[in-house]
């Protein structure tokens, strides 16, 4: 592999791990030849199965991505235990779906605690993990195409994923100077467990793909490919950016 674009020798955390996009995450790092921190608080062992079959290693760490604590806790414990991590991907993510009017707090909140409390609380140990040894690594966030739009009956979800953006932007202006990269991807609509109530809908599946010019949902692969090349240094003078990997739906 074209050295710019190969990770290997790189420790790379994934949250999320266990299935969709995180997974093809994993198993896009692990071809890239990276080694994968799986996180999750559900069994990985499909994800891990599938990294090995290329050749990649993958260590599961069992964590609540919602509880506060058990989030900072972790990440200093996997760098004191296992070692330093080059590359942190913040995937983890959950939807409540519901029309405003009736958006419960409960919702509001858990939505919120995972989708952008915790991505900032983990970007946050990496940055002061990396700046205090004075290493260099790169993160990316999974923002989504609702970073850019409203969305229908996801008020959490698009409050989060924004949130997602712009906290991307800051953390780069913070740390770009400082050694480490940090970027998102904003993924369209792809074939995961939090989509299936839309797949479900022929009458939403319909409009969706209709405004698709690649014609097709997104696999997991597509959003890990895209993801491997924000970790990679082909990707080192880029700072502060979202991509879209939208099979050009934003450009309709």
């Not at 030849?33 to 799986?38: D, K, L, S």
């Not at 790169?138 to 009956?153: E, K, P, T």
Request: net charge neutral; with cysteine; hydrophobic share 45%.
């Amino acid at each position: 592999m074209n050295a710019a674009f190969s990770l290997a020798g790189r420790r790379i955390m994934v949250t999320g791990a266990n299935t969709g996009i995180g997974q093809g995450i994993c198993v896009s790092v692990a071809r890239a030849g990276g080694a994968v921190v799986g996180v999750g608080r559900s069994s990985m062992d499909e994800t891990a199965a599938l990294v090995k079959a290329e050749g990649g290693s993958f260590h599961a760490v069992h964590c609540d991505l919602g509880d506060t604590a058990a989030v900072q806790a972790m990440f200093g414990s996997i760098w004191k235990e296992q070692g330093p991590v080059d590359g942190l991907v913040n995937n983890a993510g959950i939807i409540r779906r519901a029309d405003a009017v009736d958006f419960s707090v409960a919702n509001w909140d858990e939505v919120m605690d995972v989708n952008l409390k915790t991505t900032f609380l983990l970007c946050q140990a990496f940055g002061r993990h990396v700046i205090g040894e004075g290493r260099k690594g790169s993160i990316v966030n999974i923002a989504s195409v609702l970073s850019f739009q409203g969305g229908i009956r996801v008020a959490s979800y698009t409050a989060s994923k924004h949130g997602v953006a712009g906290l991307t932007k800051l953390l780069a202006c913070e740390w770009a100077a400082k050694g480490i990269n940090v970027n998102a991807i904003a993924p369209g609509y792809v074939v995961t467990n939090n989509t299936e109530a839309l797949r479900n809908d022929p009458d939403r599946t319909a409009a969706i793909l209709a405004r698709i010019p690649a014609g097709r949902w997104a696999e997991p692969g597509d959003i890990g490919d895209a993801t491997v090349f924000l970790l990679a240094p082909a990707s080192k003078y880029m700072h502060g950016t979202t991509i879209p990997v939208d099979g050009g739906w934003l450009a309709r």
